[in-house]
């Protein structure tokens, strides 16, 4: 029988957890592939790397990759332009098969990639770039399709989760445990694409895609991240019985598809509020055949290689499959809601100087947008001095509460911008 041969480009933590377990368990997979899988060559700029794996071939540049023999290559470079994309690229129009993690890369030329592997023929998969281990995308691609989605939501970033995590254990500021989270590895050097919410963005740009059948559109994303939460705010949220996640949310509404990342505040005791550490999860609602819970690891050497090699086992088996569940020529542009659109009941948190009116003047902002208010607390009182006021208001659209808070964070009696945060309803 003739084996599937593989190249691997990128022997970082993810291409070296995916060599290891070929080296400990690659006959058995060979056996449920139905056909021998065999490493052919292996790629990485750094020769290091390269000299630590065995495999026949070994190259530094990712051109040399794709002209190699191998009928399936498998990126693991990252990154949205440069030389990932020029490999996948490449591979394709060679006629060979590809299994990526690359969400960033996904999310900007998913659509381009895709019609590129239809048009030669050959596979595109991308399991592992979505929340890590959460077999998430072939659920969405394979499986929940009859009754169409109305919404999908989750927590994507296991670094973010983990840190609101620690921050509501402690006490801490978010400064003081993102500084533990990179001394532990749970948060790069530049922690910018995590704690910004753009790595959400990119997993949420490709679950939309697959949920609703439309080519993922990154621009398309209202992405906040998580610097401005505050220990005050996840105390808040546990008094009100709710705990403060970062989730990327994508929702069918009569205006169009609401796209957006954002610290939520979701009802304490629910799975969604569970979800602690550096877990990711997804909550896919699928009208008539009901919602469903994934949850499990984001990253990680051996979750994210477990995914790709589920995506190499799937392409040995003969399972190509549209790259987004829908021949390419059928993916929709994405037709996005308005931007603030989205409605909820929303907790706002005003830094005030403690001077008499100033209650006043906040709520008078708030109504003339039409925005009323449910409960509100001021604790304590220092004449002159800095308090802070939290109020949740009546379900109101998020671009009222915007244009509000716009004129009262102009006001010389508020001293911080206001904070605003979307209640979850359930
Ligand atoms: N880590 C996770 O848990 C995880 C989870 C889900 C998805 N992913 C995705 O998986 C992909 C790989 O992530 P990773 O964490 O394994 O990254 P990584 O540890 O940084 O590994 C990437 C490897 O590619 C090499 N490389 C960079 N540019 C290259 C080039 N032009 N030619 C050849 N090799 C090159 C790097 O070498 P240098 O060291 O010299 O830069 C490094 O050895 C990314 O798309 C990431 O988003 C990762």
Redesign the pocket.
């Known amino acids: 029988m003739n084996a599937m041969k593989i190249g691997i480009?990128?022997?970082?933590?993810?291409?070296?957890?995916v060599a290891k377990a070929f080296a400990k368990s690659g006959e058995m997979l060979g056996v449920r592939a139905g056909t021998p899988l065999e490493i052919v060559a292996v790629?990485?700029?750094?020769e290091a790397?390269r000299e630590a794996f065995e495999a026949p071939q070994k190259f530094?540049?990712?051109r040399a990759l794709a002209a190699s023999n191998a009928d399936l290559i498998v990126?693991?470079?990252?990154?949205e332009n440069?030389?990932?994309p020029l490999l996948v690229e490449e591979a394709l129009k060679a006629g060979k098969h590809v299994v990526?993690?690359?969400?960033?890369?996904m999310a900007r030329h998913g659509a381009r990639l895709a019609a590129l592997a239809e048009q030669h023929g050959r596979a595109l998969k991308f399991e592992?770039?979505v929340a890590?281990g959460i077999p998430i995308v072939k659920s969405l691609r394979e499986s929940l399709m009859t009754y169409g989605i109305s919404a999908v939501r989750g927590i994507l970033n296991g670094t973010c989760n983990y840190i609101l995590t620690q921050m509501e254990a402690t006490g801490r500021s978010f400064a003081d445990v993102l500084k533990d989270a990179q001394a532990l590895g749970y948060a790069e050097a530049d922690p910018e694409l995590d704690v910004g919410g753009g790595?959400s963005s990119h997993k949420l740009a490709l679950l939309t895609a697959l949920a609703f059948g439309v080519k993922p559109d990154l621009d398309a994303v209202a992405v906040q991240g998580i610097r401005h939460i505050t220990p005050e705010d996840i105390g808040f949220a546990r008094e009100f019985g709710y705990r403060i996640k970062l989730l990327g949310i994508a929702k069918k509404t009569a205006q169009g598809i609401d796209q957006r990342v954002q610290p939520s505040m979701v009802r304490a005791g629910t799975p969604l509020a569970d979800v602690d550490g550096v877990l990711n999860c997804v909550v896919v609602d699928a009208n008539e055949a009901g919602s469903f819970f994934f949850e499990g690891r984001?990253?990680?050497?051996c979750?994210?290689a477990n995914?790709v090699i589920a995506d190499i086992v799937d392409i040995a088996r003969g399972n190509a499959g549209s790259v987004f569940g829908l021949p390419s020529a059928s993916l929709l542009a994405l037709s996005a809601a308005p931007s603030g659109s989205a409605a909820s009941a929303f907790y706002l948190r005003f830094q005030v100087l403690d001077v008499p009116g100033v209650l006043a003047e906040i709520a008078g902002h708030l109504a003339q947008w039409r925005v009323s208010i449910e409960s509100m607390i001021q604790r304590g009182r220092a004449p002159g001095e800095a308090v802070s006021i939290v109020m949740i208001t009546h379900e109101t659209k998020q671009a009222d509460v915007e244009r509000a808070l716009a004129t009262i964070a102009a006001s010389r009696n508020v001293i911080a911008q206001p904070c605003l945060i979307p209640m979850e309803s359930k």
């Open positions: 480009a990128g022997l970082g933590t993810v291409g070296g957890g790629c990485d700029r750094d790397k530094d540049d990712v990126e693991l470079i990252g990154g440069g030389a990932a990526t993690a690359n969400k960033a890369m592992a770039a890590g790595d984001g990253a990680g050497e979750a994210t995914a």
